[in-house]
């Protein structure tokens, strides 16, 4: 599909409104497609950006921790839930997976809100945006937590993330799938928050019940805690919109970077943005140092002048997501998804600003690999349902498990069945082949498990690893890795 001509927008629109879409998402949806079709690049080249050499440290912000606990009366919590975790085989909430112990993610973000509450004595809100598919999910956990919505008072808690059509990359008209109709549409992004809020009367109605400021995070990210820190810095410096920001590690290189524009604002630069010959400049973490932890604060009533004026529009950069219109189909259509990111409202706000937090505030789960880390000794849960790191190095582990015998959850948990192995002595753990782990398997220094057999091996119990490994079969059925 050529960007040189804009095909007509009218068939997309009336899909949206066959599906009873409201008129700013329609209009939201408009501005993304005008984008997409745009005859200007969409690159940010080196040369328009700067490195940002230092931005406010979380250790800095001690003097507005009394400001943010007096403004916690005002401030709500939401946590982004709209996803399955469909790279990881799961066809549910992905934030029902469990991580500590017996809890899921929802669990301990429901004791998180109900300890705020108590210690804090005030009726902070928590608020979901899920999706169509994970409302119900959402809802039937919380059901253990009736303190949790009882303590909400007229705020409800959770709304609906919108939903958008697919586009066929070959004509840019609104994709059809007959057999299974809720393949032609995807999400808009985590940037539909903000038309979320409008459509809702979200907005207004939290404003009308006296909150100012909302905590957002994902709720995969189980590092993102209510802050009393930053919340004091943005009621005392009156700032619009803060984004928590972190040091890039060699992991973090082919992600996107946060950048200094030539007013001295702030954008994000991902990925598909940076031009293919820029590649290793946009790679070089010591010169673009910070990242997103898409932890961001903002001043609602601050958020909703800056949408008056712009008539409801927010002006996010739009992401272009390319694939199949059935993800398990390769042979089926190509299509495009048009999507925003939140945290590029970073650019789009007046006044915002950065401020660089401990890595331990961003540990989201996003493959195995991140879940056996956070399943591990590496973490505890304190008696605020808060997890912390039981190690003093903030690095994360480097953990690479074979993606063909533990990408899947269901492979993945069979493979650790007897418990999780030691991590807390552990920098770096590598497994190559099918290997099953028996209990008490300890894991220190840099780990290589390699085993080159078509037939699973097995860690003895209580083993001891450290350095290369070329393991031999299992001399029984990897069932037996339990006992």
């Known amino acids: 599909m050529s960007n040189s001509s804009k095909p007509d927008f009218p068939s997309v629109r009336e899909r949206l409104e066959q599906d009873d879409a409201p008129d700013l998402l329609i209009r939201q949806f408009e501005y993304a497609y005008d984008r997409l079709y745009a005859s200007e690049t969409t690159w940010i080249r080196d040369a328009d950006i700067r490195p940002i050499p230092a931005l406010p440290t979380w250790a800095e912000l001690e003097r507005h921790e009394a400001a943010g606990e007096k403004a916690l009366a005002q401030t709500v919590m939401i946590k982004l839930n709209g996803g399955l975790g469909t790279s990881m085989g799961l066809n549910r909430a992905k934030s029902l997976l469990t991580v500590k ?63 958008v059509p697919k586009l066929l990359e ?38 009308d019940a006296g909150f100012r400021y909302a905590f957002v995070s994902n709720a995969d990210n189980l590092g993102a805690v209510l802050d009393r820190r930053i919340l004091g810095f943005m009621v005392d410096e009156q700032t619009p919109f803060i984004m928590e920001a972190t040091r890039r590690t060699a992991a973090d290189r082919k992600g996107g970077h946060l950048a200094q524009q030539p007013d001295g604002g702030y954008l994000l630069r991902e990925s598909a943005q940076c031009p293919p ?30 949408l008056e004026a712009t008539d409801g529009i ?112 552990c920098r770096r753990l590598v497994v190559e082949g099918d290997v099953y782990f028996a209990a008490g398997v300890r894991c220190e220094g840099e780990v290589h498990l390699v085993n080159p057999h078509a037939q699973a091996a097995r860690i003895e119990p209580d083993r001891v690893l450290s350095g290369r490994h070329e393991l031999s079969c299992a001399p029984s059925s990897p069932e037996s890795a339990d006992r």
């Open 101 to 163: 112990a017996s809890d899921c993610f929802l669990d301990i973000i429901a004791k998180q809100i109900l300890h705020i509450r108590k210690s804090a004595d005030t009726a902070t809100p928590l608020i979901f945006m899920n999706s169509f598919s994970t409302r119900e999910d959402t809802a039937t956990v919380l059901e253990r937590y009736p303190d949790v919505q009882e303590g909400q008072g007229e705020i409800p808690i959770d709304f609906l993330q919108h939903r």
């Open 170 to 207: 070959a004509t840019g008209a609104p994709a059809d799938h007959p057999d299974q109709p809720d393949l032609a549409w995807c999400p808009p992004g985590h940037g539909d928050i903000y038309v979320c809020l409008q459509t809702t009367g979200l907005l207004q109605q939290l404003l």
């Open 277 to 306: 010959e820029e590649k290793d400049s946009f790679q070089d973490i010591d010169r673009y140092r910070f990242f997103n932890t898409n932890n961001l604060w903002i001043d609602l009533d601050a958020l909703a002048q800056h």
């Open 314 to 425: 927010m002006t996010l950069p739009v992401l272009v997501n390319r694939k199949t219109l059935d993800p398990r189909d390769p042979d089926s259509p190509a299509v495009i998804q048009l999507e925003t990111a939140m945290g590029s409202a970073l650019a789009s706000i007046p006044g915002a600003l950065a401020v660089d937090v401990p890595r331990t505030r961003f540990a989201p789960v996003k493959t195995t690999d991140d879940l056996l880390a956070l399943r591990s000794d590496r973490f505890a849960l304190d008696e605020r349902s808060h997890v912390v790191p039981t190690v003093a190095d903030e690095a994360p582990i480097d953990i690479q498990l074979d993606p063909a015998h533990y990408k899947l959850i269901d492979a993945f948990e069979a493979r650790f069945q007897a418990g999780i192995p030691s991590l807390k002595a």
